[in-house]
């Protein structure tokens, strides 16, 4: 990329190269099963959306109540760090919404509750980025995620 945006162009020789390639890509892509092409875009978006966590997660598979745009729903949390989880719903949630979370762990009289912003959404499931978690909140699901 450039400094203003732009993608940096190659040679001529190389253009016509990754033309030529890419026309070739799509007459293949065309006569693969459908099964097949949804795997090679699930690769692609992944591709194109490089891992932006700057914590790890933890698998997990704990039940969530959620609000998102007014709806409550329900779900489950497939893996948990201080700062996000990812949750499995039958909804389809959009990026970019705001959503509150209330779910437990074993052992807890209360449930937590926080809120945060969806980051991406794809197939049945949503990342959420936790805005301004509480330094208990953090401080008990670190602790938590170290004994699963």
């Avoid at 799509?26 to 459908?34: D, G, S, T």
């Avoid at 945060?116 to 330094?135: A, L």
């Amino acid at each position: 990329m450039t400094g203003n945006g732009e993608a940096k162009t190659g040679s001529p020789e190389v253009t016509v190269r990754l033309k030529r390639l890419l026309e070739n890509l799509c007459e293949f892509i065309e006569y693969v099963p459908e099964d097949e092409q949804r795997k090679l875009l699930a690769l692609l978006e992944q591709w194109k959306h490089p891992e932006r966590r700057k914590r790890k997660r933890r698998p997990c598979a704990i039940p969530v109540d959620f609000v998102a745009d007014g709806r409550a729903l329900t779900g489950v949390i497939r893996n948990i760090s201080p700062r996000g989880v990812q949750v499995a719903s039958l909804e389809e949630i959009e990026e970019g919404q705001s959503v509150t979370l209330t779910f437990s762990f074993p052992g807890l009289t209360k449930p937590l509750k926080t809120s945060g912003r969806v980051t991406w959404s794809r197939g049945g499931r949503f990342g959420v980025d936790i805005e301004m978690p509480t330094r208990y909140l953090e401080e008990y699901i670190r602790k938590t995620i170290k004994d699963f």
